[in-house]
């Protein structure tokens, strides 16, 4: 009797050893990433619920807004089992929200084992702005996201809220640097696309004249990478704690959940701030903040007076790219910075304004 070899394809082969490689690459995840396989084949393969797979990449601001589809997938799936796959760095923030059975981040291991499994149904919505040719983006932002589903939003349901253990921690950091504990006011300036942020010059004025009407503290947060994933750091701003490249994403949840105010450019923090109800400036200029800024939130939108303000709006397309504008960025540049701390002012009364 002759015996038999169990022949395996060449291409099985190479997707298991790909799969296990992408496993092991992130040694500190992979406790993560099997809790998250078997979890899947519990509720899946062994409970016989349907797999939901929901994907937004892209920033902050877009997973905060897709995330106000949620419960419309829910009533679409009533059985589902549904993972949320989120843009990079953003996976603490999905999960405060509570909204999801499952999240990972983009382009990880259970992402790519999500992509090779048996699903019910994989979303992955597009803006118009993202086909080609492009397309004219005239609604808010969670209603596009909404549209491209089928579903009908509910911002409601979208809330983030720190760990404990990260409140504490970034209390502790709080402390040392405000023992007095005075107004905190944190700012935004980016990097993100040129065309939405404010001259660091006006950074400056706005700092300088915050120091002198009122008793606060500032903090700027960020990174150095742009929307892009280009390495472009801001300058300082005078009389600020820099905190750049320092906070995560769920640590600057925990900050502005803390803050007595924010002020930032149209990017992912300001959509953090409106979600969690922290009173904020926004600067907004190519794009419309009736049509970004977050359901319910205590934001005072601030723009410069110029004839092709919203310009993303457009429909025959936007007038700007997202590296420059015919222009010159007028919408952005004509913004005066005691007109923000007007704003600033006029949300706050508890900021100990030394007039």
Wanted: glycine residues 8%; hydrophobic residues 40%; contains cysteine.
């Amino acid at each position: 009797m002759t015996g038999s070899v169990l022949q395996f394809p060449h291409s099985y082969i190479r997707r298991a050893a790909s799969g296990l490689a992408l496993l092991f690459s992130r040694p500190s995840e992979l406790p993560f990433n099997l809790l998250l396989v078997t979890r899947y084949i519990w509720s899946i393969w062994i409970k016989g619920k349907d797999s939901v797979v929901l994907v937004r990449e892209g920033g902050i601001g877009d997973l905060a807004c897709v995330l106000a589809s949620v419960p419309g997938l829910r009533q679409r799936h009533p059985t589902s089992w549904l993972a949320v796959i989120t843009p990079l760095g953003c996976r603490e923030l999905a999960l405060s929200s509570g909204l999801a059975d499952a999240v990972a981040e983009s382009k990880g291991f259970f992402h790519r084992f999500l992509e090779r499994s048996s699903t019910s149904a994989y979303y992955q919505p597009y803006l118009p702005d993202e086909f080609l040719p492009p397309r004219p983006q005239m609604l808010h932002l969670i209603q596009e996201f909404a549209q491209a589903l089928g579903v009908s939003p509910d911002p409601s349901y979208v809330r983030f809220r720190a760990p404990s253990r990260v409140r504490r921690r970034l209390n502790d950091e709080l402390r040392v640097i405000n023992p007095k504990n005075h107004p905190v006011i944190v700012l935004h300036p980016g990097p993100t696309w040129p065309v939405r942020e404010w001259p660091h010059q006006r950074w400056c004025e706005l700092a300088e004249l915050i120091r002198a009407r009122t008793s606060a503290i500032m903090i700027k947060i960020g990174t150095d990478l742009d929307s892009m994933r280009r390495a472009r750091p801001m300058p300082p701003i005078p009389y600020t704690i820099d905190w750049t490249n320092r906070l995560t994403v769920i640590e600057t949840v925990a900050l502005l959940e803390q803050a007595s105010a924010f002020v930032g450019i149209d990017s992912g923090p300001l959509h953090v701030a409106g979600v969690l109800g922290t009173r904020s400036v926004g600067l907004f200029g190519p794009i419309s903040g009736d049509r970004r800024i977050f359901p319910g939130s205590r934001t005072t939108v601030v723009t410069a007076a110029e004839d092709c303000l919203g310009c993303h709006h457009r429909s025959e397309g936007p007038l700007h790219w997202r590296t420059g504008c015919p222009h010159n960025i007028s919408c952005m540049h004509g913004i005066a910075a005691d007109v923000v701390l007007g704003a600033l002012l006029g949300l706050c009364d508890h900021l100990d304004v030394q007039c």
